[in-house]
């Protein structure tokens, strides 16, 4: 009895150590790069809605064949405006070096008010606009 006991035991050991169940957690590094997207132009537009809403139309650039869109994040601050835009890329990959375009709109909404100037960055680009 106490060798099958034993014999169970072992086996069971051996499946979680094949099966990953070690003790020890598995830690992993990142398999994206995230980078600000270079920006090429940004443009304003006041939506005809009431009241007006705020568009940034937004073009920018992916460096190869593997990077791609990855976010933008909108922070406002008073009268400016801070979108981050990202790109992601495989770590270490091995891409076609073809540079490409991307373009984006995001609503800002009508939470403006009427004849202020605002203040939009987008990355390293700047502009203005009056609502």
């Not at 537009?45 to 869109?69: E, Y």
């Amino acid at each position: 009895m106490k060798i099958i006991m034993t014999v169970c035991l072992t086996i069971l050991t051996l499946a979680l150590v094949i099966a990953g169940g070690g003790c020890s957690p598995k830690t992993t590094e990142p398999q994206v790069t995230i980078d600000l997207a270079p920006i090429h132009d940004i443009s304003i537009t006041l939506l005809k809605s009431n009241p007006p809403q705020v568009n940034v139309h937004i073009q920018g650039g992916l460096a190869d064949g593997c990077t791609t869109f990855h976010d933008i994040q909108t922070t406002r601050e008073s009268t400016t405006i801070t979108l981050k835009v990202t790109t992601q890329r495989p770590k270490d990959a091995i891409c076609t070096e073809i540079y490409t375009w991307f373009e984006k709109d995001v609503n800002l909404g009508s939470n403006f008010t009427i004849g202020q100037v605002y203040t939009v960055k987008v990355n390293d680009q700047t502009t203005t606009f009056s609502y």
